[in-house]
Every structure is written in structure tokens, then in C-alpha cells.
């Protein structure tokens, strides 16, 4: 099993552009959720899914949209880049519900110059 | 919604001395609280967990303590090892919540 994967691991962004982060995960996981982690705010979480099809905010959703059309998938996309938005980005998915361990993608370090 | 503090920022102790490090959390409603670790460039990844009905939980060097009256959990390193040095991450939810994190613990174990 590969587990959680994120392309790409670093991306440089224009600001006003939009582009999407992939995330995968191959463990058939129900829950699935999209972090950012600006240093000394730890792990901020921006939207989450705990099935296909339905998905909710989290504490700082502002300028991203998620979907989740299959269980293995759940892209985030930021629809106009802001240099507020530089960050390092994880993808995390888990089993059923959140009382079971959460994996981790290996992160998208993003510059919005 | 949930809020959890962690203290301290960081920390700093001699190899084979133990550390500790202590979050509080809002919501009397969360039942999990897990303990991440980060490595530099690396991601979180769990090094242990306890849920509400449990007051300690300990693997080997780690342990973990719940005090859910007082809406407090700790992390206990004993022995600690130069490769012990990283960022921690507590951690707290409830079911059908996502996990609300503390702001995290650098460790710097020194040789």
C-alpha cells in the first residue's frame, strides 16, 4: 500500500492563479480532511469529508473547494492564490471517524509569490 | 468549536532526562486525544493515543495521561534520545469531528 499520496511536493503560484493539490489515498479509508501548518499555528484544518459526496468546512475553509467523487480521491483547489495562502499543505485520511489514527501525505510546501 | 493549547513552545533537555509536555482542550465533548510527532520535513506521524474511558496509556519511553475533569493530557518522554528531537503535536476530537490540533512542542534533546 502506498497510503496517503500528494502531488505535487512543491509548487510555486502567481498570485490571482488557481491550481488544484491531488491527494490519494489507497487504504479505503471513509475520512479524508486537507491541513495547513503555518509555523507556530500547528495543523489548521481547511475542509473535510467522512464519505463520497459529502463534504464541510473546517476552521479556515476562506479561498479553497474540496470534492469527493470516489473514496480514494480528495483534491483541494485554490480558485485565486493569495500570498496568505503560502503554506505547507497535508492531506490525512483515516479509517472511520476520528477516533482511529489519521495517516498523513508527505506534503505540499506552496509560494504564492 | 474545539480549542487546544499546548505548552511549552519548546523545550530543551539533557539526553537521559525526561520531558513533558501538557495541552488543554474546550470541549468536554472529546473522548480522543492522539499525540503526533514531526520530524524536520517529514509528516506527523502517531506515536501514541488514549481515549476518555482511559486515564494512562503508556508504550515503552511514552506515556500519556488524561485528566478529564480538568480537561488536561500530557505527554511523559523518559530516557530521552537525541532522535527523540522534533516537533510534537497534541491533539483532540470528537466523533464526527476532524482533529483539532495544539500549536506544538519543539524538543531539542541535547547529547
Known amino acids: 500500500n502506498a497510503g496517503v499520496t500528494q502531488t505535487p511536493k512543491f509548487q510555486v503560484l502567481k498570485t490571482g492563479q488557481s491550481m488544484t493539490l491531488q491527494c490519494a489515498q489507497d487504504?479505503?479509508?471513509?475520512?479524508m480532511s486537507w491541513y495547513r501548518q503555518d509555523p507556530g499555528m500547528g495543523l489548521r484544518l481547511i475542509h473535510y469529508s467522512v464519505g463520497a459526496g459529502i463534504t464541510d468546512q473546517g476552521e479556515v475553509p476562506n479561498g479553497y473547494n474540496v470534492s469527493r467523487s470516489t473514496t480514494e480521491d480528495f483534491p483541494l483547489r485554490l480558485l485565486s492564490a493569495a500570498p496568505s495562502q503560502t503554506s505547507v499543505y497535508f492531506c490525512?485520511?483515516?479509517?472511520?471517524?476520528?477516533?482511529?489514527?489519521?495517516?498523513f501525505g508527505q506534503g505540499t510546501r506552496l509560494t504564492v509569490v | 468549536g474545539e480549542n487546544v493549547e499546548q505548552h511549552p513552545s519548546t523545550l530543551s533537555v539533557q539526553e537521559g532526562d525526561s520531558a513533558v509536555i501538557k495541552c488543554t482542550y474546550s470541549?468536554?465533548?472529546?473522548?480522543?486525544f492522539p499525540w503526533y510527532k514531526q520530524e524536520l520535513g517529514k509528516r506527523p506521524q502517531l506515536i501514541i493515543d488514549i481515549r476518555s474511558n482511559v486515564g494512562e496509556k503508556k508504550d515503552q519511553r511514552i506515556a500519556v495521561t488524561l485528566n478529564k475533569t480538568a480537561k488536561h493530557f500530557s505527554l511523559h518522554i523518559t530516557e530521552t534520545q537525541p532522535e527523540d528531537s522534533a516537533v510534537y503535536f497534541c491533539a483532540a476530537s470528537n466523533a464526527g469531528n476532524m482533529l483539532t490540533f495544539g500549536g506544538g512542542t519543539r524538543l531539542m534533546v541535547k547529547p
Open positions: 490525512a485520511s483515516s479509517y472511520g471517524g476520528t477516533n482511529t489514527e489519521a495517516f
Open positions: 487504504m479505503n479509508h471513509e475520512y
Open positions: 470541549d468536554s465533548a472529546s473522548n480522543y
